[in-house]
């Protein structure tokens, strides 16, 4: 065809017509059926059995196989292959994958795969690929499916509509807190942490007992996670409860470590459990770095020296170091200390993804548990019911034995003569004309009659079961029981791996200054935004040099183990470490070199951090508020917001708030003092009112202690006192105008 020729279709049927579909509207529902394909059949695992679609398959993919335990071992590509042909339409490294971390011990705390081979390890190494390894179920997978072929749960057609595929698993096992599970669907995701079965049977019995109880009622017998690899929480058990009562929040766990006596008076520290879901050649390699990087002055040298358990060896920088000490800075760098999320996001009843509290995740598996106990029976209670059925034929037979004989022998239809002659049914008249001629012995009609009684009085005692709901949960009751006996904390599996303590307080444990050289210094900060560090305490900084037309705008003694906070124009507050400061020679470095202040924003307050302390924080438009230091310290170059400003105002004033009362002075040259009570505490803010103006803002503040009095500097330097009697007219309420200072006053309108 000629480029640029213009070609028409010829006429006739082309097809259906084109239909014009909005662009927006078309994604919209293309997205919104792929988020509910991803959050329904891949991330969020059912409440119920506490399985991924994934999961689920393998499992039954492994139950038709016949991988029970004990049985001998089969390929995993078989497994894997099978499970994508019959039920998993995806890849097949996905499906590994997800069989690989069900059989590794470190990830699963209740392996579902017996696994032989190469199946990976605690270091991050993957597993050798799949035609290497060999797999089979275990006990704990065999209880999930305890039950699957007695109609305990419903199934659908697989992908292909060739085969049925289980919607959920019988689950005789509170697998969805058991082993936890993790995922990120679209728009939510789910993280739940393992817990103890022992102690989810014990919940789980006292739910039964009482069916309204609470997630706080249960924590008394469900202490909180129980992770593979062991490790410390050490959350406070309000926060655990609080995670528990809401599904959302945290645990903060730690490795587990011991002191160890080396030669010549040595000591080392050996770690043998680390946070689950940690890599320890990763971690061991971070820890390298930070030594390499002298940023654990503490730590002199790592070593790895596991075998099948973990042992990572930590050498200490000398014998006087404490351990303690050493181990909450590696806490504080490392990944011997992580979190792990919270979030109880799952399927409630296999459809809608909800949030849910303990109390409703094992409520959920006791529902689940009732439903599988009446399908059995009522399963059982058909199988009896069609073994009874045979068995009257069958003593009919006995009966009757020479004119059954004739029948069968002489009748051109047997089955209708008999039927028609012992008014049989059809299964009846199937089943004998179907038995062997040997079988019809008088020791078989003996055993017949006996199990006749025995079916008899099992199907009376399943009606009364089924008819009784009161029943039905004393049989959970007993189940549970007997599961807590297969996972008892006395036994390897059932005991509990992960324990609690609480993390030393941090204020009584001074890490800083265990790895700073503790040393006086002078902080000399000049007009222009340039800042050092003085050896020693300098009380007379008149001889320091500056940059050019630069001068001095504050100085105060510190220490190299302090932490100073900087106030910006803007009311925003930085937190600098002395230790990191330049030294005295030279003019020091820019401080917008460390921190990110504003353009047009400068520094307008510089002190020293004191824990507990507070300052009294104002803007010229005459609003402030009391702001606690430990507030103000953070640890990015941003800086934390203190002071909100509204357009056309700035920063007046930040001053320690050392006093009971506040005395404020405006520019229109009113005064007023006012209990230091009446001012919120906040952490930042704008505040509020603290004296009403008709023109102008505020010019100066002082917190004071009423009992001393007021006191201000004239322009000569010379101390000016006003007694508590005299103030007594200037006292008021805050927000109100004040008036005229007293005489002798500055006239700049400042305390000095």
């Not at 009757?400 to 004739?406: A, G, Q, S, T």
């Not at 008088?442 to 709901?469: F, S, V």
């Not at 002078?522 to 037309?549: M, N, Y």
Request: hydrophobic share 40%; proline share 5%.
């Amino acid at each position: 065809m000629a480029m640029g020729k213009n070609v028409t279709p010829p006429p006739g049927d082309s097809g259906p017509a084109a239909e014009s579909v909005s662009l927006r509207d078309a994604l919209e529902e293309r997205y919104l059926a792929y988020a509910l394909s991803t959050i329904m059949g891949r991330a969020l695992p059912d409440a119920r059995d506490g399985l991924k679609p994934v999961h689920r398959r393998i499992l039954y993919g492994m139950q038709i196989l016949r991988l029970d335990p004990g049985t001998p071992f089969k390929k995993s590509a078989k497994i894997v292959g099978d499970v994508m042909g019959s039920f998993h339409p995806h890849g097949d490294q996905a499906i590994y994958d997800a069989l690989v971390r069900l059989a590794q011990d470190f990830s699963s705390r209740y392996p579902l795969v017996d696994g032989q081979g190469n199946f990976g390890n605690i270091d991050g190494d993957s597993a050798a690929a799949y035609r290497y390894t060999e797999a089979r179920m275990t006990d704990v997978a065999r209880l999930l499916l305890e039950g699957i072929d007695e109609d305990s749960i419903d199934f659908r057609e697989n992908y292909s509509g060739d085969q049925k595929e289980p919607i959920v698993l019988p689950a005789a096992i509170p697998h969805l807190l058991a082993n936890g599970s993790q995922g990120i669907a679209v728009g939510m995701a789910t993280s739940i942490p393992p817990h103890n079965i022992a102690e989810l049977c014990d919940a789980a019995l006292y739910m039964v007992s009482n069916p309204r109880a609470t997630s706080e009622q249960l924590m008394a017998f469900v202490q909180g996670p129980d992770f593979p690899t062991g490790g410390i929480i050490v959350d406070s058990p309000e926060q655990i409860a609080e995670s528990y009562r809401t599904g959302r929040g945290s645990f903060r766990v730690r490795a587990r470590w011991e002191r160890e006596e080396s030669a010549r008076g040595m000591w080392v520290v050996v770690v043998t459990e680390i946070p689950y879901g940690v890599q320890k050649s990763r971690l061991i390699e971070k820890l390298a770095e930070l030594i390499d990087d002298k940023k654990l002055p503490l730590v002199a040298e790592v070593r790895d020296e596991s075998a099948e358990d973990v042992r990572v060896v930590l050498e200490p920088r000398n014998r006087t170091v404490d351990p303690a000490t050493m181990m909450e800075s590696l806490f504080r760098l490392s990944e011997l200390e992580s979190r792990f999320p919270l979030n109880m996001n799952v399927l409630v009843d296999g459809v809608v993804p909800r949030v849910l509290a303990l109390h409703e995740a094992l409520r959920q598996w006791i529902d689940h548990r009732r439903n599988v106990l009446v399908r059995r029976s009522r399963f059982r209670l058909r199988q009896i019911e069609h073994r009874l059925e045979v068995l009257v034929g069958m003593l009919v037979v006995f009966l009757n034995l020479d004119e059954v004989i004739r029948i069968i022998r002489d009748e051109d239809e047997p089955k209708d003569a008999l039927m028609t002659r012992f008014a049989l049914t059809e299964v009846q008249a199937n089943y004998i004309l179907d038995t062997r001629l040997r079988s019809l012995r008088r020791l078989e009609e003996m055993q017949l009659r006996k199990e006749n009684e025995a079916l008899e009085a099992e199907k009376a005692g399943i009606e009364e079961l089924l008819g009784d709901e009161a029943k039905q949960w004393k049989t959970i009751q007993l189940q549970i029981r007997d599961l807590k006996k297969k996972f008892s904390p006395e036994s390897k599996i059932g005991k509990r791996r992960t324990t609690f303590d609480l993390a030393p307080n941090m204020a009584d444990v001074d890490l800083t200054e265990a790895m700073i050289e503790r040393e006086p210094v002078t902080v000399v900060l000049s007009r222009k935004g340039w800042i050092r560090a003085l050896k020693g305490h300098v009380a007379d900084v008149s001889g320091v040099t500056f940059k050019g037309d630069d001068e001095l705008l504050i100085s105060f003694f510190a220490e190299t183990t302090s932490k100073l906070l900087l106030i910006a124009s803007n009311g925003r507050a930085f937190t600098l470490d002395a230790s990191k400061l330049p030294g005295g020679r030279g003019f020091g470095e820019p401080l917008r070199v460390m921190v990110d202040v504003e353009e047009g924003a400068d520094v307008f307050a510089a002190f020293l951090y004191k824990p507990g302390a507070k300052m009294f924080v104002a803007s010229s438009d005459g609003r402030g508020f009391l702001a606690p230091q430990d507030e103000m310290i953070g640890n990015t170059r941003k800086g934390k917001g203190l002071l909100t400003l509204d357009a056309g105002s700035r920063m007046a004033t930040i001053i320690p708030a050392v006093g009971d009362h506040v005395a404020i002075i405006g520019e229109n040259r009113k005064l007023l003092v006012f209990p230091l009570a009446e001012l919120p505490e906040m952490a930042r803010g704008k505040g509020v009112r603290l004296q009403r103006y008709k023109d102008g803002g505020l010019a100066d503040a002082r917190v004071f202690a009423i009992a001393s009095g007021l006191t201000w500097q004239d322009s000569a330097n010379r101390t000016f006192t006003v007694g508590k009697p005299e103030l007594n007219e200037w006292i008021g309420a805050r927000a109100e105008a004040g008036r005229l200072p007293p005489k002798g006053f500055p006239k700049n309108n400042r305390f000095g």
